[in-house]
């Protein structure tokens, strides 16, 4: 068995500084190497720049650092995607490509990719969506993630690449700033919430949609990618849920802890995707070839993030979304 060295893609986002710590953690700070085009707020583990354009560049980091996982999470979301569709689709693609070609030249162990809920569509059925079922993404975000997974399990199949995924619902961090995806309202809202600000709302206040808090997004990918590779029986992506709710009933769950907190409703071009989302994910498949299962529902994490964003925030400072990113 070899050392396990990993590099994590996009690791600047809001998923990649939590997963960066928890891999630190987990297998030193001497075996993870972290990349993006923008230097992260933290020095967690060794920084290189890397445009995942770039496969030339992607090559010589596995050579330098002798990598033999990728997390690759380099990817535009879903509604900062809509404003400029063919780079999202030239990103999100080629992106993962240089990633699937460089672990089948590099003889790669094990490579994880994040799907997402963006795939599922307006004839997905939308209560206890199944493992596998009728996908028509509204996205260019949501047709890349879907076609990726299509292209991951190719390569399983055709060259036994070991490659795993997750289809994360919305997830709500304290770590870090919202990243442009459709559920990131779940996350602003308390930022706001916190300094005592009125919140304004970009979805309709009935709006059911799939979240997970942070933890536990982070231990599903541990335990997906730890699992022995004959427990995996999905190689496109695997479902995956922690809670469901809509921005009313998060309001009243935020009011219990902070009874002045006041908001308003004004959707805009977010509410067209996520109406063509899931309000519910099945995520059996996951609970029964791995064991996966969620610690947090929607009222211990927002409990948790609001004590957690009280010691981030700098009270002092007027504007909301000023955030001390420490972890």
Request: proline share 5%; aromatic share 10%.
């Amino acid at each position: 068995m070899r050392i396990k060295r990993i590099l994590i893609t996009g690791a600047s986002g809001q998923i990649g500084s939590v997963l960066t710590e928890a891999l630190v953690i987990k297998y030193g700070k001497q075996n993870v190497i972290v990349t993006d085009i923008n230097k992260p707020s933290h020095d967690l583990a060794k920084f290189e720049i890397l445009n995942i354009l770039d496969k030339e560049r992607l090559l010589s980091l596995i050579d330098q650092y002798q990598i033999t996982e990728i997390y690759h999470l380099a990817a535009l979301l879903s509604a900062k995607g809509e404003q400029n569709p063919l780079f999202t689709w030239e990103l999100n693609m080629n992106g993962l490509f240089n990633v699937l070609e460089a672990a089948r030249e590099k003889n790669i162990d094990r490579i994880f990719y994040p799907s997402s809920i963006a795939i599922y569509g307006d004839r997905t059925p939308r209560i206890d969506t199944p493992q596998d079922t009728v996908f028509n993404p509204s996205t260019v975000y949501g047709m890349s993630k879907l076609a990726g997974e299509h292209w991951c399990a190719y390569y399983h199949k055709r060259f036994g690449l070991d490659i795993r995924s997750l289809r994360y619902p919305g997830i709500v961090s304290y770590q870090s700033l919202p990243g442009g995806g459709t559920t990131d309202y779940a996350v602003e809202i308390f930022h706001y919430a916190i300094k005592g600000d009125h919140y304004t709302c970009y979805l309709k206040d009935d709006t059911r949609l799939p979240m997970m808090y942070i933890p536990d997004a982070i231990r599903a990918t541990l335990s997906l990618m730890e699992a022995p590779s004959e427990k995996i029986n999905e190689r496109g992506s695997y479902n995956l849920s922690g809670m469901d709710f809509t921005p009313k009933e998060l309001v009243a769950e935020i009011q219990k802890n902070i009874p002045d907190f006041t908001t308003d409703y004004a959707p805009d071009f977010r509410q067209a995707i996520a109406d063509s989302w899931s309000d519910s994910i099945d995520d059996s498949a996951a609970r029964n070839d791995w064991g996966w299962s969620p610690n947090y529902d929607l009222e211990s994490m927002t409990k948790d993030m609001i004590l957690n964003l009280k010691k981030k925030i700098k009270t002092a400072l007027p504007s909301t979304k000023q955030i001390v990113k420490e972890l």
